[in-house]
């Protein structure tokens, strides 16, 4: 089938141990591979690695031997552009995952020996990386207006849905699809069911792209349409407003009433001859020299008040020290009435009587008296200057006051100038409003003499978003995908009829919205979970997953090809017995033996129908004896032969 048929199969499980080991599972492409053993050897354990390898965001490989010894998981995949190597650091003890892989592409590839040194990705990127080369378009499931959940892209992860069947789900009554009981995953199957299928077009994106940008054309021509329209119908009403506005700023003067439309585009028609009046702004030099010669005037008053009030401040002193002197001097006059001479021994100056303290004699205080009178001399002689010093300063303070009120009247009138520039500049831009208003509407009136070429814009415009919706028709979709599983459908019901299910002869069908099989009786529909026994929910399972990887396969959709089966004998091979029985099958009730051969035969031979395109990995206890299963046994895990090597217990861990 072309190497298309080996896009995404496995050709090694790889785990590297702790110490330093290798252990490799090397399995076949585009056919059956079973992996035999009794219980607890790590069988299980393989759809766990492989999910976590392929970007599962836990690790739900089990705690134990598996997670104790090793450091890193491996995968070795078949693609149709060569080999891939995927490797994934175990999740540290007390951990659920790690965010360490490391990738690598070839045309042949051998795994390494030895465990990766680094990483050279991550999950985000591994699963971006996988999602391309499994060939998955661009795509986006948009949910129904109403519903609030995110917009799907369907990716690797959701196609690996359909490529494992877990030893508690291959025969489940409740679950079809693996994970389907985690919360997500139900309705990621029904969003991006379709895409997997092929309902929905691989250039659906680009087509729902190219859909909204000619939905925004279409409407922007209805509008330019419907403006040309209305301007046509509502013309001369606009017109005369307009007209009314130009008189009223000035840009034309008020003359006759127009009668027509044609008189009154003629005389809008002369407000395009309108330029606006540049405003005149006089005096802004001298403005700015007259505002610092009068900050420069305030600063000289106020240095002058400043003198003004000390000078002031120093005359009220000198007066106050002036009369204080005179009453000084009034008291020390008497000082000629006394001896003038000392006398020995002192005698008061008063009584003429001795004293013992030490009293002035007449002659100091006359030199008091003398120095006193000397000082009230040279203040009597200053106090005419310094009132003239004053009266000087005055004169120059009023000197001052009085340029100061000019040039501030100055200043008051050269602001009234620009004042009525800025007014006139505010006109303008009136004026120019107006006047545009007027041209958009002339230019506008001109078009709309013929709206034929606006008119045949819209039409391309909704031929053009017709044929794009008719490309996506929802209902379209729906009717292909209807197809599509119903032809699935007729194959399940050749199948079930093949493997004798119970319910055969009546039509089988698969409901992706409700994620079960039903089978269609002549009274009732009967779903899987209202089925009895672990026989036909195993069967309806395996003629499910076969079916849908045949149609995978016929129509080239982006799903990997392989499917694993964890334990697909369990409904026949009694598990409690497998120490007695050592896988063999010979020892099973006849009924439950022949059911069990015809149900490995059926797998045998449809993947053989479809060789080399689909790899299936059965993990079991049941060891057949038929020559055709024994051929497919790819390692058997019995006498202590298991996923992880006995000696690897028995080594301390590097």
Not at 21 to 47: E, F, M, Q, Y
Not at 146 to 169: K, S
Not at 592 to 607: C, G, M, P, S
């Amino acid at each position: 089938m072309g190497r298309d048929a080996v896009t995404f199969q496995i050709l090694e499980i790889i785990i590297y141990g702790k110490n330093g080991r290798k252990r490799a599972l090397t399995l076949r492409p585009g056919t059956v591979n079973v992996i035999t053993g009794g219980s607890a050897t790590g069988k299980s354990a393989l759809i766990d690695i492989v999910d976590y390898c392929l970007g599962r965001a836990d690790c739900l490989v089990p705690e134990g031997v598996i997670r104790e010894t090793t450091s890193w998981f491996g995968l070795r995949l078949a693609h149709k552009n060569g080999q891939l190597f995927i490797a994934r650091e175990a999740p540290a003890p007390g951990s659920s995952s790690s965010n360490m892989v490391y990738l690598e592409e070839g045309a042949e590839l051998a795994s390494p020996p030895l465990t990766p040194t680094h990483a050279n990705t991550n999950v985000e990127s591994l699963v971006e990386s996988l999602t391309l080369k499994l060939g998955i378009s661009p795509n986006l499931n948009v949910p129904p207006s109403g519903q609030t959940r995110a917009p799907l892209a369907a990716n690797v992860r959701h196609a690996l849905i359909y490529c494992m069947q877990q030893q508690d789900e291959i025969a489940s009554k409740s679950i079809l699809f693996h994970r389907q009981s985690d919360a997500w995953v139900a309705q990621a199957i029904k969003d991006t069911s379709p895409y997997f299928l092929g309902a929905i077009q691989e250039n659906r994106l680009v087509l729902e792209q190219e859909l909204s940008g000619a939905r925004k054309l279409l409407r922007r021509a209805e509008l330019a349409l419907k403006e040309a329209v209305d301007m046509r119908g509502e013309g001369s009403v606009q017109g005369r407003a307009l007209l009314e506005e130009a008189v009223d700023v000035g840009i034309l003067a008020q003359g006759p009433r127009v009668e027509d439309a044609d008189e009154l585009r003629t005389v809008l028609r002369a407000t395009l001859q309108w330029s606006p009046e540049a405003p005149s702004y006089p005096g802004v030099d001298r403005l700015v020299q007259l505002q610092e010669e009068e900050r420069q005037l305030e600063g000289q008053l106020k240095t002058i008040l400043e003198t003004i009030q000390a000078m002031k401040a120093f005359a009220r002193e000198g007066a106050g020290f002036e009369e204080e002197a005179r009453h000084q001097e009034a008291r020390l006059e008497p000082i000629g009435l006394f001896p003038q001479e000392p006398t020995d021994p002192p005698r008061c100056p008063l009584c003429g009587q001795p004293s013992h303290e030490v009293i002035p004699t007449a002659q100091a205080i006359a030199a008091s008296l003398r120095e006193l009178q000397a000082n009230l001399q040279e203040v009597a002689r200053e106090a005419p200057r310094l009132r003239a010093y004053i009266s000087a300063r005055e004169t120059e303070r009023d000197a001052l006051s009085g340029a100061i009120a000019e040039k501030r009247l100055a200043i008051e009138g050269l602001l009234r100038q620009q004042q009525a520039a800025l007014r006139l500049r505010d006109l303008n831009v009136r004026r120019a409003q107006v006047a545009g208003r007027i041209s958009f509407w002339l230019e506008n009136l001109q078009l709309t003499d013929s709206t034929s070429t606006l008119r045949d814009q819209v039409a391309r415009e909704k031929a053009r978003v017709g044929a794009l919706e008719q490309q996506l028709d929802s209902a379209d979709k729906e009717a292909r995908l209807n197809s599509i599983i119903s032809r699935i459908g007729l194959q399940m019901t050749e199948w079930s009829n093949l493997l004798d299910l119970e319910y055969k002869g009546n039509p089988v069908r698969l409901d992706l919205t409700a994620g079960t099989v039903i089978v269609d009786r002549e009274d009732r529909p009967i779903p899987l979970a209202k089925m009895g026994s672990g026989a036909n929910w195993l069967g309806y399972h395996l003629i499910t997953h076969l079916a849908l990887h045949q149609h995978f396969l016929r129509q080239s959709r982006p799903v990997p090809r392989f499917l694993m089966l964890d334990q697909p004998s369990q409904v026949y091979y009694p598990r409690d017995r497998d120490t007695q029985l050592r896988g063999a099958v010979s020892q099973l009730p006849d009924q439950d033996r022949v059911e069990l051969v015809r149900t490995y035969k059926f797998i045998f031979d449809t993947v053989a129908t479809m060789s080399p395109g689909l790899q299936v990995i059965i993990t079991d206890h049941a060891d057949l004896s038929e020559e055709w299963f024994r051929v497919a046994v790819v390692e058997r895990w019995r006498d202590g032969a298991a996923l992880i090597p006995l000696d690897w217990l028995r080594t301390s861990p590097a």
